[in-house]
Protein backbone atom coordinates (compact mmCIF):
# COMPACT_ATOMS: atom_id res chain seq x y z
CA UNK A 1 0.00 0.00 0.00
CA UNK A 2 1.52 3.40 -1.26
CA UNK A 3 2.19 6.52 1.58
CA UNK A 4 1.28 8.91 -1.70
CA UNK A 5 3.73 11.24 -2.86
CA UNK A 6 4.03 14.77 -3.07
CA UNK A 7 5.52 16.88 -5.72
CA UNK A 8 7.96 20.47 -4.52
CA UNK A 9 8.86 23.36 -6.40
CA UNK A 10 10.89 26.11 -5.42
CA UNK A 11 10.07 28.82 -7.22
CA UNK A 12 11.37 32.31 -6.97
CA UNK A 13 9.25 35.35 -7.83
CA UNK A 14 9.69 38.75 -6.19
CA UNK A 15 6.41 40.61 -6.73
CA UNK A 16 3.43 38.42 -6.99
CA UNK A 17 2.42 38.17 -10.85
CA UNK A 18 1.81 34.82 -13.50
CA UNK A 19 3.43 32.21 -11.54
CA UNK A 20 1.58 32.93 -8.48
CA UNK A 21 -1.76 33.57 -10.76
CA UNK A 22 -1.08 29.67 -11.85
CA UNK A 23 -0.81 28.35 -8.35
CA UNK A 24 -3.71 30.55 -7.56
CA UNK A 25 -5.82 28.87 -9.87
CA UNK A 26 -4.82 25.42 -9.38
CA UNK A 27 -5.47 25.73 -5.56
CA UNK A 28 -8.09 27.48 -5.40
CA UNK A 29 -10.98 25.20 -6.47
CA UNK A 30 -9.53 22.79 -3.74
CA UNK A 31 -9.39 25.71 -1.43
CA UNK A 32 -12.89 27.23 -2.29
CA UNK A 33 -14.46 24.34 -1.41
CA UNK A 34 -12.77 23.52 1.89
CA UNK A 35 -13.55 27.29 2.68
CA UNK A 36 -17.64 27.07 2.44
CA UNK A 37 -17.54 23.62 3.62
CA UNK A 38 -16.28 24.69 6.90
CA UNK A 39 -18.79 27.93 6.84
CA UNK A 40 -15.92 30.43 5.78
CA UNK A 41 -19.13 31.84 4.09
CA UNK A 42 -20.68 33.11 7.01
CA UNK A 43 -17.64 34.97 8.20
CA UNK A 44 -16.71 38.17 8.64
CA UNK A 45 -17.11 40.37 5.49
CA UNK A 46 -14.58 41.76 3.31
CA UNK A 47 -14.83 45.34 4.84
CA UNK A 48 -13.88 43.84 8.32
CA UNK A 49 -11.52 41.76 7.13
CA UNK A 50 -9.75 44.14 5.22
CA UNK A 51 -10.12 46.37 8.43
CA UNK A 52 -8.59 44.18 10.49
CA UNK A 53 -5.73 43.58 8.16
CA UNK A 54 -5.25 47.02 8.11
CA UNK A 55 -5.56 47.47 12.29
CA UNK A 56 -3.03 44.45 12.91
CA UNK A 57 -0.56 44.43 9.86
CA UNK A 58 -0.88 47.62 7.97
CA UNK A 59 2.30 46.25 6.00
CA UNK A 60 0.83 43.76 4.20
CA UNK A 61 -2.48 45.43 3.00
CA UNK A 62 -0.71 46.40 -0.58
CA UNK A 63 0.55 42.43 -0.51
CA UNK A 64 -3.26 41.68 0.26
CA UNK A 65 -4.75 43.92 -2.65
CA UNK A 66 -2.07 42.72 -4.98
CA UNK A 67 -2.98 39.04 -4.45
CA UNK A 68 -6.57 40.26 -4.61
CA UNK A 69 -6.59 41.37 -7.73
CA UNK A 70 -4.33 39.08 -9.27
CA UNK A 71 -6.79 36.61 -7.93
CA UNK A 72 -10.09 38.37 -9.91
CA UNK A 73 -10.82 40.64 -7.20
CA UNK A 74 -14.25 39.23 -5.81
CA UNK A 75 -15.30 38.97 -2.12
CA UNK A 76 -14.20 35.54 -1.26
CA UNK A 77 -10.74 35.34 -2.63
CA UNK A 78 -10.13 38.40 -0.43
CA UNK A 79 -11.45 37.27 2.61
CA UNK A 80 -10.05 33.98 2.15
CA UNK A 81 -6.57 35.43 1.84
CA UNK A 82 -6.87 38.33 4.62
CA UNK A 83 -7.40 34.57 7.23
CA UNK A 84 -9.52 36.89 9.74
CA UNK A 85 -11.42 34.08 11.93
CA UNK A 86 -11.22 31.28 8.85
CA UNK A 87 -12.39 28.17 9.85
CA UNK A 88 -10.30 26.00 11.69
CA UNK A 89 -7.89 23.35 10.73
CA UNK A 90 -4.91 21.53 12.36
CA UNK A 91 -1.71 19.42 11.19
CA UNK A 92 1.23 17.52 13.44
CA UNK A 93 4.80 19.22 13.78
CA UNK A 94 7.92 18.47 16.06
CA UNK A 95 10.23 22.13 15.83
CA UNK A 96 13.69 22.96 18.01
CA UNK A 97 15.42 26.12 18.08
CA UNK A 98 19.51 25.77 19.06
CA UNK A 99 22.49 27.64 19.22
CA UNK A 100 25.90 26.26 19.90
CA UNK A 101 29.51 26.56 18.11
CA UNK A 102 28.19 25.80 15.26
CA UNK A 103 26.06 28.47 15.06
CA UNK A 104 22.36 28.58 15.41
CA UNK A 105 19.86 26.19 13.86
CA UNK A 106 15.78 26.05 13.39
CA UNK A 107 14.73 22.73 12.64
CA UNK A 108 11.25 21.41 11.97
CA UNK A 109 9.13 18.13 10.65
CA UNK A 110 5.65 18.71 8.95
CA UNK A 111 3.38 16.08 9.46
CA UNK A 112 0.18 15.79 7.77
CA UNK A 113 -1.49 14.02 4.18
CA UNK A 114 0.45 14.55 1.12
CA UNK A 115 -2.55 15.69 -0.04
CA UNK A 116 -3.40 18.54 2.01
CA UNK A 117 0.20 20.16 1.44
CA UNK A 118 1.46 22.69 -1.27
CA UNK A 119 4.75 21.80 -1.70
CA UNK A 120 5.62 25.29 -2.56
CA UNK A 121 9.03 26.51 -1.53
CA UNK A 122 8.59 30.39 -2.36
CA UNK A 123 11.53 33.07 -2.62
CA UNK A 124 9.72 36.41 -2.54
CA UNK A 125 10.41 40.31 -1.81
CA UNK A 126 6.55 41.08 -1.66
CA UNK A 127 7.66 44.35 0.92
CA UNK A 128 11.42 45.08 -0.20
CA UNK A 129 12.67 42.42 2.29
CA UNK A 130 14.38 38.79 0.72
CA UNK A 131 12.07 35.61 2.62
CA UNK A 132 12.07 32.23 1.78
CA UNK A 133 9.41 29.56 2.78
CA UNK A 134 7.05 26.72 2.63
CA UNK A 135 3.61 28.18 1.73
CA UNK A 136 0.63 27.87 3.14
CA UNK A 137 -2.97 28.97 2.42
CA UNK A 138 -1.10 30.02 -1.07
CA UNK A 139 0.67 33.10 1.08
CA UNK A 140 1.28 32.35 4.30
CA UNK A 141 3.69 30.08 5.65
CA UNK A 142 4.37 27.17 7.73
CA UNK A 143 8.04 28.46 8.08
CA UNK A 144 11.27 30.30 6.32
CA UNK A 145 13.77 32.83 7.12
CA UNK A 146 14.38 36.46 5.87
CA UNK A 147 17.23 38.60 4.59
CA UNK A 148 17.65 40.44 8.14
CA UNK A 149 18.71 36.52 9.72
CA UNK A 150 14.99 35.33 11.48
CA UNK A 151 13.66 32.16 11.27
CA UNK A 152 10.23 30.75 12.03
CA UNK A 153 8.19 28.03 12.48
CA UNK A 154 5.08 27.08 13.37
CA UNK A 155 2.91 23.89 15.05
CA UNK A 156 -0.58 23.46 15.87
CA UNK A 157 -1.00 23.61 19.56
CA UNK A 158 -3.23 20.86 20.01
CA UNK A 159 -6.97 22.95 21.49
CA UNK A 160 -9.60 23.31 18.90
CA UNK A 161 -11.00 26.11 20.35
CA UNK A 162 -11.34 29.34 17.78
CA UNK A 163 -11.57 32.80 18.82
CA UNK A 164 -11.11 36.18 16.37
CA UNK A 165 -7.75 36.52 15.10
CA UNK A 166 -5.96 35.34 11.88
CA UNK A 167 -4.92 32.50 10.63
CA UNK A 168 -1.42 31.43 11.67
CA UNK A 169 0.11 31.41 8.45
CA UNK A 170 -0.21 35.31 7.54
CA UNK A 171 1.33 35.78 11.21
CA UNK A 172 3.85 33.98 10.18
CA UNK A 173 4.31 35.82 6.89
CA UNK A 174 4.32 38.58 8.63
CA UNK A 175 6.76 38.41 11.39
CA UNK A 176 8.93 37.09 8.32
CA UNK A 177 8.49 40.24 6.37
CA UNK A 178 8.43 42.88 9.00
CA UNK A 179 10.92 41.53 11.98
CA UNK A 180 14.54 40.97 12.03
CA UNK A 181 14.99 39.60 15.14
CA UNK A 182 13.44 37.57 17.97
CA UNK A 183 12.49 40.20 20.57
CA UNK A 184 10.88 42.35 17.18
CA UNK A 185 9.20 39.03 16.07
CA UNK A 186 7.46 38.69 20.03
CA UNK A 187 6.36 42.01 19.98
CA UNK A 188 4.47 41.65 16.85
CA UNK A 189 3.21 38.05 18.14
CA UNK A 190 1.93 39.50 21.19
CA UNK A 191 0.32 42.45 20.13
CA UNK A 192 -1.62 40.56 16.92
CA UNK A 193 -4.21 37.97 17.76
CA UNK A 194 -4.22 34.48 16.52
CA UNK A 195 -7.33 32.59 15.46
CA UNK A 196 -6.38 29.64 17.50
CA UNK A 197 -4.12 28.16 19.46
CA UNK A 198 -0.66 27.77 17.80
CA UNK A 199 3.33 27.14 19.17
CA UNK A 200 5.97 29.15 17.15
CA UNK A 201 9.79 29.00 17.15
CA UNK A 202 12.21 31.55 16.21
CA UNK A 203 15.87 32.06 15.74
CA UNK A 204 17.87 34.62 14.93
CA UNK A 205 21.40 35.49 13.53
CA UNK A 206 22.55 36.86 16.78
CA UNK A 207 21.99 33.51 18.48
CA UNK A 208 18.72 34.37 20.27
CA UNK A 209 15.88 31.89 20.58
CA UNK A 210 12.27 31.58 21.69
CA UNK A 211 9.22 29.55 21.89
CA UNK A 212 6.10 31.28 22.06
CA UNK A 213 2.63 29.26 22.79
CA UNK A 214 0.03 31.58 20.94
CA UNK A 215 -3.59 31.17 22.60
CA UNK A 216 -7.04 31.60 20.81
CA UNK A 217 -8.24 35.21 20.61
CA UNK A 218 -4.46 36.84 21.75
CA UNK A 219 -1.92 36.18 24.25
CA UNK A 220 0.81 34.13 24.34
CA UNK A 221 3.42 32.47 26.96
CA UNK A 222 7.12 32.46 26.30
CA UNK A 223 8.50 29.22 26.80
CA UNK A 224 11.80 27.47 27.30
CA UNK A 225 13.90 25.55 25.78
CA UNK A 226 13.17 26.60 22.30
CA UNK A 227 11.11 23.39 21.22
CA UNK A 228 7.46 22.67 20.24
CA UNK A 229 5.12 19.93 19.60
CA UNK A 230 1.49 20.12 19.31
CA UNK A 231 0.18 20.67 22.64
CA UNK A 232 0.92 23.83 24.97
CA UNK A 233 2.15 23.61 28.37
CA UNK A 234 1.12 26.97 29.77
CA UNK A 235 -2.64 25.68 29.43
CA UNK A 236 -2.44 21.93 28.59
CA UNK A 237 -4.74 20.33 31.44
CA UNK A 238 -3.06 16.58 30.30
CA UNK A 239 -6.52 14.99 30.18
CA UNK A 240 -6.61 15.87 26.33
CA UNK A 241 -6.10 12.98 23.40
CA UNK A 242 -3.09 13.30 22.26
CA UNK A 243 -3.42 11.02 19.19
CA UNK A 244 0.18 12.23 17.07
CA UNK A 245 2.06 10.92 20.26
CA UNK A 246 2.86 15.34 21.31
CA UNK A 247 3.98 14.30 24.45
CA UNK A 248 6.23 11.92 23.54
CA UNK A 249 7.81 13.84 20.65
CA UNK A 250 8.32 16.97 23.25
CA UNK A 251 10.20 14.58 25.99
CA UNK A 252 12.12 12.78 23.48
CA UNK A 253 13.44 16.39 22.46
CA UNK A 254 14.35 17.16 25.48
CA UNK A 255 16.78 14.59 26.15
CA UNK A 256 18.23 14.90 22.55
CA UNK A 257 18.82 18.68 23.55
CA UNK A 258 20.02 17.81 26.67
CA UNK A 259 22.87 16.13 25.10
CA UNK A 260 23.82 19.59 22.80
CA UNK A 261 23.88 17.40 19.82
CA UNK A 262 25.76 19.24 16.57
CA UNK A 263 22.88 20.43 14.23
CA UNK A 264 24.06 17.74 11.81
CA UNK A 265 23.30 15.26 14.25
CA UNK A 266 20.09 16.72 15.56
CA UNK A 267 19.03 16.41 11.82
CA UNK A 268 19.30 13.42 12.03
CA UNK A 269 17.33 12.22 14.65
CA UNK A 270 14.60 14.29 12.86
CA UNK A 271 14.73 11.75 10.53
CA UNK A 272 14.24 9.20 12.86
CA UNK A 273 10.63 8.12 14.86
CA UNK A 274 9.31 9.37 17.23
CA UNK A 275 9.77 12.63 15.63
CA UNK A 276 9.53 11.28 11.80
CA UNK A 277 6.46 9.78 11.63
CA UNK A 278 5.74 6.98 9.00
CA UNK A 279 2.08 6.99 8.89
CA UNK A 280 1.75 8.89 5.07
CA UNK A 281 -1.19 6.80 4.12
CA UNK A 282 -3.15 7.38 7.22
CA UNK A 283 -2.45 11.41 7.12
CA UNK A 284 0.06 12.31 9.36
CA UNK A 285 3.37 11.31 8.04
CA UNK A 286 6.37 13.55 8.34
CA UNK A 287 5.90 15.16 4.53
CA UNK A 288 9.32 16.90 4.69
CA UNK A 289 12.18 18.34 7.67
CA UNK A 290 13.47 21.41 7.33
CA UNK A 291 16.59 22.89 8.81
CA UNK A 292 17.15 26.92 8.68
CA UNK A 293 20.15 29.06 9.31
CA UNK A 294 19.42 32.44 10.02
CA UNK A 295 22.49 33.84 9.89
CA UNK A 296 23.61 32.41 6.26
CA UNK A 297 20.17 33.02 4.96
CA UNK A 298 20.24 29.24 4.00
CA UNK A 299 17.78 26.41 4.34
CA UNK A 300 17.77 22.88 3.40
CA UNK A 301 14.56 20.24 2.88
CA UNK A 302 15.33 16.90 3.83
CA UNK A 303 13.99 13.23 3.44
CA UNK A 304 15.22 10.18 4.55
CA UNK A 305 16.99 9.38 1.13
CA UNK A 306 17.20 12.95 -0.24
CA UNK A 307 18.97 16.94 0.73
CA UNK A 308 17.83 20.20 -1.21
CA UNK A 309 19.95 22.98 -0.13
CA UNK A 310 18.81 26.53 -0.62
CA UNK A 311 19.73 30.29 0.02
CA UNK A 312 18.32 33.58 -0.01
CA UNK A 313 21.64 34.83 -2.23
CA UNK A 314 21.25 30.96 -4.21
CA UNK A 315 18.35 30.10 -4.54
CA UNK A 316 18.04 27.68 -7.17
CA UNK A 317 14.39 26.72 -8.59
CA UNK A 318 14.07 23.28 -9.47
CA UNK A 319 11.34 20.27 -8.31
CA UNK A 320 11.69 17.30 -6.19
CA UNK A 321 8.65 13.95 -6.38
CA UNK A 322 8.55 12.65 -3.54
CA UNK A 323 7.09 9.25 -2.58
CA UNK A 324 5.57 8.05 0.89
CA UNK A 325 6.01 4.28 1.96
CA UNK A 326 2.52 3.39 3.61
CA UNK A 327 4.48 3.00 6.79
CA UNK A 328 3.29 0.76 9.95
CA UNK A 329 -0.06 0.80 10.64
CA UNK A 330 -1.27 2.36 7.12
CA UNK A 331 -2.88 -1.03 5.92
CA UNK A 332 -6.49 -1.65 6.73
CA UNK A 333 -6.97 -3.98 10.15
CA UNK A 334 -8.16 -7.25 9.37
CA UNK A 335 -9.78 -7.12 13.04
CA UNK A 336 -9.99 -5.77 16.32
CA UNK A 337 -12.03 -2.57 14.78
CA UNK A 338 -15.35 -2.44 17.16
CA UNK A 339 -12.57 -1.86 19.97
CA UNK A 340 -10.41 0.04 17.86
CA UNK A 341 -13.48 2.62 16.53
CA UNK A 342 -14.53 2.42 20.70
CA UNK A 343 -11.00 4.11 21.84
CA UNK A 344 -10.97 6.30 18.97
CA UNK A 345 -13.97 7.90 20.19
CA UNK A 346 -12.47 10.61 22.43
CA UNK A 347 -11.20 12.20 19.36
CA UNK A 348 -14.69 13.40 18.22
CA UNK A 349 -15.24 16.55 20.18
CA UNK A 350 -12.10 17.59 18.33
CA UNK A 351 -14.23 17.88 14.77
CA UNK A 352 -15.80 19.81 13.22
CA UNK A 353 -19.59 18.84 12.01
CA UNK A 354 -18.36 17.52 8.58
CA UNK A 355 -15.32 15.96 10.12
CA UNK A 356 -17.48 14.42 12.84
CA UNK A 357 -19.96 13.19 10.27
CA UNK A 358 -16.46 11.43 8.03
CA UNK A 359 -15.37 10.10 11.81
CA UNK A 360 -18.37 8.38 12.52
CA UNK A 361 -18.68 6.80 8.79
CA UNK A 362 -15.13 5.27 9.13
CA UNK A 363 -15.98 3.95 12.47
CA UNK A 364 -18.88 2.46 10.95
CA UNK A 365 -16.87 1.07 8.22
CA UNK A 366 -14.10 -0.03 11.11
CA UNK A 367 -16.80 -1.88 13.07
CA UNK A 368 -17.31 -4.41 10.12
CA UNK A 369 -13.54 -4.70 10.28
CA UNK A 370 -12.00 -2.26 7.30
CA UNK A 371 -10.00 0.45 8.51
CA UNK A 372 -9.45 3.35 5.58
CA UNK A 373 -6.60 5.48 7.22
CA UNK A 374 -6.63 7.81 4.64
CA UNK A 375 -9.85 8.34 5.41
CA UNK A 376 -9.41 8.56 8.97
CA UNK A 377 -6.70 11.01 8.57
CA UNK A 378 -8.92 13.47 5.82
CA UNK A 379 -11.68 13.54 8.90
CA UNK A 380 -9.48 15.44 10.76
CA UNK A 381 -8.71 17.87 7.25
CA UNK A 382 -12.75 18.52 7.13
Known amino acids: MSGGSLTFDAVAEPQASARWRARWERSWPDYRAWFLARGGDGGPSRAEAEAALARHMPELVPVHRRLTRIAGGDDLAARFLAT ?21 RLLRNYDLSPELNEGLLLRSEWTGRPVMGMVEFLWGLSDGVNGAGLAAALAYG ?23 SVPEAIAALRRIPSHMAYNVTLADRSGRTATLELWPGGGLALCRPA ?4 HQRSRDAGARPDPGQSR ?3 AHLERLLRGAPPP ?9 PPLYRRDHAGG ?21 ERRWHQALDAFEEGRRVIRYAAGP ?8 GAELAAALQALRPWLSRSGAAAFDRWCEEARGGHCDWAAFGRAFAC
Open 84 to 104: WCPPRYLGGCSVAAVTGEDGT
Open 158 to 180: GRPETAEGFGVTTLMRYVLETCG
Open 227 to 230: IATN
Open 248 to 250: DRR
Open 264 to 272: DRLAEAFLE
Open 284 to 304: FGTLFTAVYDPAAGAMALLWP
Open 329 to 336: GAAAAPAG
